[in-house]
């Protein structure tokens, strides 16, 4: 029972510092909760932080890419694009990732000319 405790602790101050709660009212809230609905509280709460983090490696890689898109200009250069740099976007825990058109063709053995899909 312990751990129930001490997750239940650690929520309240989760909590308190992304909403800004009072003591009281964190604690009330978090201690009439089932510890169910708080775990999937947190796992959202998580996923959300990450979808903001993830915007921001976008914009950086984005600049990234225009930097080095700009500076490295030779002939048969593979241009640098955001999501390359950037990686994948945040998923849900259990979420599956959504395959590209050009990954769900190759899956089957189908053949997409470079450029084709973009």
């Known amino acids: ?3 129930v405790r001490d997750f239940k602790r650690q929520l309240i101050i ?7 709660w009072g003591w009281e009212y964190t604690k009330k809230l978090v201690g009439e909760m089932p510890i169910g609905d708080l775990n999937e509280l947190a ?5 959300q932080r990450s979808l903001d983090a993830y915007e921001r ?3 950086t890689a984005a600049i990234m890419a225009t930097i080095i898109n700009m500076t490295y200009r030779g002939k048969g ?7 390359d740099m950037a990686g994948a976007p945040p998923r849900r825990s259990g979420e599956k990732a959504q395959k590209t058109l050009r990954e769900a063709a190759e899956d089957i053995g189908i053949r997409i000319p470079e450029g084709g899909t973009e």
């Open 43 to 47: 796992d959202e709460l998580s996923f």
């Open 14 to 20: 989760l909590f308190m510092r992304e909403f800004s």
């Open 57 to 59: 490696r976008q914009n």
């Open 1 to 3: 029972m312990d751990r």
């Open 77 to 83: 250069a593979k241009r640098a694009s955001a999501k």
